[in-house]
C-alpha cells in the first residue's frame, strides 16, 4: 500500500516571504504521480501542481515549484511571495494511474500566512 | 469554465435515515471519483466508475453504493446512516488518461 506523510500539521510564513511544506512518501512503483492540493476556508479542493515521477525537472506553476526527489520519495512544496490568500490547509497526493486512479493523501499541513 | 457540480451542498438528516448525494461532472470527463473527508481528516478515496462501470473500490461502507448513469452523472447513496457518517463528501472527474482531478465543492452531511 502506499503511504503519503506529511510531518508539520501547522506552518505560518510572513506576507512576502517564501515557505516550503514537506511530504514523503512510500511505494514500490516506478510509474506515479504526485499532487498537492489547497483547500481553503471553502473547503473546495484544488490543484497546485502535478509531478509525473519519470519527469525529472521539477514542476513549476507560477509562485509555486516542487523539489522532487525520488530516490528519498520526498515531494516538498515551494510557495514564493506568499500571498493572504495562500491560507489554507495543504494536502500532498500520490496517485498510481491505470489502477482507478485513486488518491492517497497526506494529513495535510494547515498554512497560515501573516499579514 | 463548467465545473464539478454538488448537489445538495448541505444535509442534515437523522440517525438511520437515507441520504442521496448527486454529482455532475465536467462535460466530455468520463471517470467519477467520491471521497470521503471527516473533520479534521484528509480525504479517503471511497469508490470511482470509469464509463459507468465500477472500477475502483476503496473505504465504502456496505450502508453505502454508488452508480454512473447514461449521462455520466453520478450518484452515492448512503442508507442507515449513523453519527459517524457526518462528513464532507467530495466528487471528482478526470478525462481519460489525465491524472489530475477536478473536485467539486463537496457536500456536508451532517447526521443527527
Known amino acids: 500500500a502506499q503511504t503519503v506523510t506529511q510531518s508539520q500539521p501547522e506552518m505560518s510564513v510572513q506576507e512576502a516571504e517564501t515557505v516550503t511544506l514537506s511530504c514523503t512518501y512510500d511505494t514500490s512503483e516506478n510509474n506515479y504521480y504526485l499532487f498537492w492540493y489547497k483547500q481553503p476556508p471553502s473547503r473546495q479542493m484544488i490543484l497546485v501542481i502535478r509531478q509525473e515521477a519519470y519527469k525529472q525537472q521539477n514542476a513549476t506553476e507560477n509562485r509555486f515549484s516542487v523539489n522532487f526527489q525520488k530516490a528519498a520519495k520526498s515531494f516538498s512544496l515551494k510557495i514564493s511571495d506568499s500571498q493572504l490568500g495562500d491560507t489554507a490547509m495543504y494536502f500532498c497526493?500520490?496517485?498510481?494511474?491505470?489502477?482507478?486512479?485513486?488518491?492517497?493523501f497526506g494529513t495535510g499541513t494547515s498554512l497560515t500566512v501573516i499579514p | 469554465a463548467a465545473g464539478v457540480i454538488q448537489s445538495p451542498r448541505h444535509l442534515i438528516k437523522e440517525k438511520r435515515e437515507t441520504a442521496t448525494l448527486k454529482c455532475y461532472p465536467i462535460?466530455?470527463?468520463?471517470?467519477v471519483y467520491w471521497y470521503q473527508q471527516g473533520p479534521g481528516q484528509d480525504p479517503q478515496f471511497l469508490i470511482s466508475f470509469y464509463e459507468k462501470m465500477q472500477s475502483d473500490k476503496g473505504s465504502i461502507p456496505d450502508r453505502f453504493s454508488a452508480q454512473q448513469f447514461s449521462d455520466y452523472h453520478s450518484e452515492l447513496n448512503m442508507s442507515s446512516l449513523e453519527l459517524g457518517d457526518s462528513a464532507l463528501y467530495f466528487c471528482?472527474?478526470?478525462?481519460?488518461?489525465?491524472?489530475?482531478?477536478?473536485f467539486g465543492s463537496g457536500t456536508r452531511l451532517t447526521v443527527v
Open positions: 471528482a472527474s478526470s478525462p481519460t488518461g489525465n491524472y489530475g482531478y477536478t
Open positions: 462535460p466530455r470527463h468520463d471517470t
Open positions: 497526493a500520490f496517485m498510481k494511474p491505470n489502477t482507478g486512479n485513486q488518491f492517497y
